[in-house]
């Protein structure tokens, strides 16, 4: 992993028009990720999660601060940053193969037709979709779904990929599966992911680090918990390990205890620094 800092979000703060003035639902948001990096954003509903993500996607403006990717200000959409939605999204007239090819011709990178087409069943191949390459999403699970929906987000060979509870509608087996592909996917192709998440055990199994937003309005970063787990994972080894526990007990702890409390900025600067130093304690105001 490259320590370099690829992917920066620097004092992000976002405001929404209201009938009764703007509402504030992001405020000094600051993250330095780099190359490679698996990040989960958790919290509780209304924090901000997906707000984080859809301005790091280009799809939202911040009001205040801003992304810079690899040198370069975010501030419109584009095939560097693939987005993959709770809902797949696909499209229900086009077979699996359809809709990731579809992708891939929007971002050619002069590929012949024989190229295109190499690529687009490599991509199916790497969420185990090959065999349903023709079918159409109505005549797939909801997991494989989802399956086709990642194949054509990383079919555009994104420096980042987006994930807003990608497994979040899926059953528990189901969800463990695509967990599985997602890890081995991430190890294969060495590519940094955000993902949104509510899921606890999920945060810790696939994450490098998991990012803890405290409550709205004005949400921002409470704390950042480093994931010190070898990979691969292996999530029934991990259930009874101490370490794995011990992460879990302090997002919980987090979520349940802590929800409330906002840091002022000198004190997440604080604390971003003796993290650095191996500490993990919040400050609290």
């Avoid at 028009?17 to 490679?36: C, E, S, Y």
């Avoid at 599966?177 to 949104?196: C, F, P, R, W, Y």
Wanted: glycine letters at 6%; one cysteine or more; hydrophobic letters at 40%.
């Amino acid at each position: 992993m490259s320590n370099k800092h690829h992917l920066e979000l620097t004092q992000v703060g976002m405001d929404f028009p209201t009938p009764k003035g703007p509402f504030n639902a992001l405020q000094d948001v600051n993250l330095r990720i780099n190359k490679g990096e698996f990040i989960s954003l958790i919290g509780h509903s209304g924090c901000g999660k997906s707000t984080v993500l859809n301005i790091v996607a280009g799809l939202y403006k911040a009001t205040k601060g801003g992304v810079i990717l690899d040198n370069q200000e975010v501030n419109e959409p584009g095939p560097e940053r693939a987005v993959v939605f709770q809902n797949h999204s696909l499209l229900p007239w086009l077979s699996a193969y359809k809709n990731v090819e579809l992708a891939v011709k929007q971002t050619q990178n002069g590929r012949s037709k024989k190229e295109m087409k190499e690529w687009v069943e490599h991509n199916l191949e790497l969420v185990h979709m090959s065999h349903a390459a023709d079918k159409l999403p109505a005549e797939i699970s909801g997991g494989m779904k989802q399956r086709v929906g990642i194949a054509r987000a990383l079919a555009m060979e994104p420096k980042v990929l987006l994930m807003d509870e990608p497994f979040g509608a899926l059953d528990a087996l189901t969800r463990a599966h695509l967990q599985d592909s997602v890890m081995e996917i991430h190890a294969k192709l060495g590519n940094t992911v955000i993902m949104i998440t509510h899921d606890v055990d999920e945060a810790v199994l696939l994450s490098d680090r998991i990012v803890m937003m405290t409550n709205g309005p004005a949400a921002t970063i409470g704390e950042i918990l480093p994931i010190e787990l070898a990979r691969p994972r292996n999530r029934i080894e991990l259930a009874d390990n101490p370490q794995y526990n011990h992460y879990r007990h302090e997002v919980l702890k987090f979520l349940y205890e802590k929800q409330r409390k906002v840091e002022s900025v000198e004190e997440h600067r604080k604390k971003q620094s003796e993290q650095k130093s191996g500490a993990t304690q919040i400050n609290v105001a």
